[in-house]
């Protein structure tokens, strides 16, 4: 089983930058592709960023395109989310998530992001 921990979330104002981390533990981390989706109040679950295991396949939903980078470090079991140009819509609670075939997907609790002046 994969527990998965969130953090980093806060207050930005707009035109700002946070960075939120998830750290991984209880499986073997290179085996899972990570990422994170996020859900605003009254709105369904939306696609933000993927990494796969490797590293080298990267891809963003279309909303966060050119202003969020996602990263994973496969030594300290950690996926990061750099988010740049903050806007109120990237309002939301953000979730990290790990997949592997054949395995279940494992969510971690959320982190929330506001993003308001």
């Known amino acids: 089983q994969v527990h998965l921990v969130e953090s980093g979330g806060g207050l930005v104002q707009p035109g700002g930058s946070l960075r939120i981390s998830c750290t991984a533990s209880g499986a073997t981390f290179r085996d899972y592709a990570m990422g994170w989706f996020r859900q605003a109040p009254g709105k369904e679950r939306e696609f933000v960023a993927a990494v796969s295991w490797s590293g080298t396949s990267l891809n963003y939903g279309d909303s966060v395109k050119g202003r969020f980078t996602i990263s994973r470090d496969n030594v300290k079991n950690t996926v990061d989310l750099q988010m740049e140009n903050l806007q109120p819509e990237d309002t939301a609670v953000y979730y990290c998530?790990?997949?592997?075939?054949?395995?279940?997907?494992?969510w971690g609790q959320g982190t929330q992001v506001i993003v308001s002046s």
């Open positions: 998530y790990g997949s592997a075939p054949l395995k279940p997907t494992y």
